[in-house]
């Protein structure tokens, strides 16, 4: 019991002497031993009552925290179970490739193209699309320009001119993933500003470049399998995939089989539209900002994840570094978990971006980019 809440002492009058008693008859009963007792028991139950439902509760608090921290366990298990399985040439941390291409010349890969097999340096292109690289001009430069050298075998990117302009775009780009399905909706707007189109008369660009068309919004919709088999080489088209800036890929050739990274003339962001009014790269583009080779930059026809070429400082990954699709296996970050699977590989060099496809393709929303 609280022993602020028992009777007080009186004060006023000193204790009575034996013979100023109440007599006997006046005077409250005694308690008894036994109403003490249920005084107290009656406190000390609750107390024991009080003990007995915390306990409870807490060996509740810890079994549910217990359990939840099981399921957790479960998923990231199951998650990284269900992961692609790990094939392919291997990215090896521990070897230093190099800047190889650290004084800005660039190898020229005109015409470099098979119908046939898969190599290194070279683009597998399906015969239908192949016949359209005649090796005619067919569009895009008309001229050298005097970035070409050594006997016009290389190019030097830091002496390429560059279309003038910065227009700003209103883009539109979502990727969202159900179940086995990676959909990217897409109005081919950049998320960075681009060169003025039609190239404009007065820009340096013209007397190289006279790139007729402009920019229009596309509506492009990609459903790519988020979970890509990694195979055989497939053949490849105009088209390889799309970017995270929202701006599609294509290949390394121009209209003619040529190198489009060494011949047409592009904006700062390394990008242009074709007859289609179709903005699109050939090359890693200057404005994408984070190039390592464990960042997702964009993705490919088949669902394979496209990255930079960064392994670190000084040492970046060219194309004799990667497999005849210009692909590697490593670890990369994708969708906010760490997986180390085939992707590939976006490079400074020719063919720059995939040659080839290692999953089953879709086909590209502008069908004749195929």
């Known amino acids: 019991m609280d022993k602020d809440k028992q009777e007080p002492i009186p004060t006023q009058n000193p204790v009575p002497t034996t013979e100023s008693l109440t007599p006997p008859a006046l005077l409250s009963p005694e308690p008894s031993k036994k109403s003490h007792k249920k005084e107290l028991i009656i406190p000390v139950a609750l107390f024991l009552i009080i003990i007995v439902v915390t306990s409870i509760v807490l ?89 070409f050298t050594n006997n016009n075998t290389e ?71 988020s979970t890509p088999t990694y195979g055989t080489p497939q053949c490849m088209g105009g088209e390889s995939g799309v970017m995270l800036t929202g701006v599609a890929l294509f290949n390394a050739f121009d209209a003619g089989g040529r190198d489009a990274g060494a011949w047409e003339v592009q904006d700062s962001c390394d990008g242009h539209p074709d007859m289609d009014k179709e903005y699109h790269y050939h090359t890693l583009s200057s404005c994408i900002k984070d190039v390592s080779v464990h960042t997702v930059i964009g993705y490919a026809l088949d669902g394979f994840p496209i990255t930079g070429p960064d392994v670190g400082t000084n040492n970046i990954l060219t194309t004799s570094d990667l497999d005849v699709c210009h692909g590697i296996t ?39 980019k195929q």
């Not at 971006?353 to 393709?361: A, E």
Request: charged letters at 10%.
């Open 155 to 225: 190019y030097d990117i830091t002496k390429k001119v560059q279309v003038h302009g910065s227009v700003v775009w209103q883009a539109s780009f979502t990727n969202t993933l159900t179940g086995t399905t990676r959909t990217i909706i897409t109005n081919d707007l950049p998320n960075n500003p681009t060169g003025i189109f039609p190239i404009a008369s007065s820009d340096p660009a013209y007397a190289y470049d006279r790139n007729p068309n402009s920019i229009q919004a596309q509506s492009l919709t990609y459903a790519l399998s």
């Open 59 to 147: 060996i509740f608090h810890r079994t549910t925290n217990k359990t939840a921290s099981t399921v957790t366990v479960i998923k990231t298990t199951k998650s990284l179970t269900t992961s692609t399985p790990v094939q392919g040439l291997q990215l090896n941390f521990n070897k230093n490739y190099g800047n190889k291409y650290i004084n800005g010349l660039l190898p020229v890969g005109d015409g470099k193209y098979s119908t046939s097999t898969a190599q290194v340096g070279s683009v597998f292109t399906c015969p239908t699309y192949a016949q359209n690289l005649s090796g005619s001009q067919g569009g895009g430069a008309f001229t050298r320009g005097p970035w």
């Open 330 to 368: 490593s670890e990369i970050n994708l969708d906010g978990k760490t997986l180390n699977m085939y992707h590939y590989v976006m490079t400074e060099d020719f063919p720059y971006s995939l040659s080839c496809f290692r999953g089953t393709v879709i086909q590209p929303p502008n069908l004749h």
